[in-house]
C-alpha cells in the first residue's frame, strides 16, 4: 500500500485551521512584549496575513525597533516568556 499525501488537505489546514491559533499565539507575545520597559512609548502590533499557510507578524513599531530588539531583546523574551523557542538563522 502506498502512501500518498493530500497536499490539498494539508494546504486547507495551514492557510484556514491554524490561522485562529498562529493569530493567538503572536497576539499573547505581542502582550507581553507590551509589559517591556525599553519600549520608549513604541507600539507593538500584529498582522495576519496568508501565503501558503496562515502567518502573523509581530513588530515594534518605531524608528528604533531593531536597535531596542538587538540591544533588549523585547520580542524574543516575550516569545520565550510564552514558551517559544527562538533561534537565529
Known sequence: MDFIPDYAG???ILRE???KPTHDAA???AKEARKSTHLHGAAVTTKDFTTDRART???IAHPAATAIEAKHGVLTKAAASE???VKSR
Open 17 to 19: 485551521d491554524m490561522a
Open 10 to 12: 494539508i494546504g486547507k
Open 27 to 29: 497576539e499573547s507575545i
Open 83 to 85: 514558551g517559544f523557542e
Open 57 to 59: 507578524t509581530i513588530m
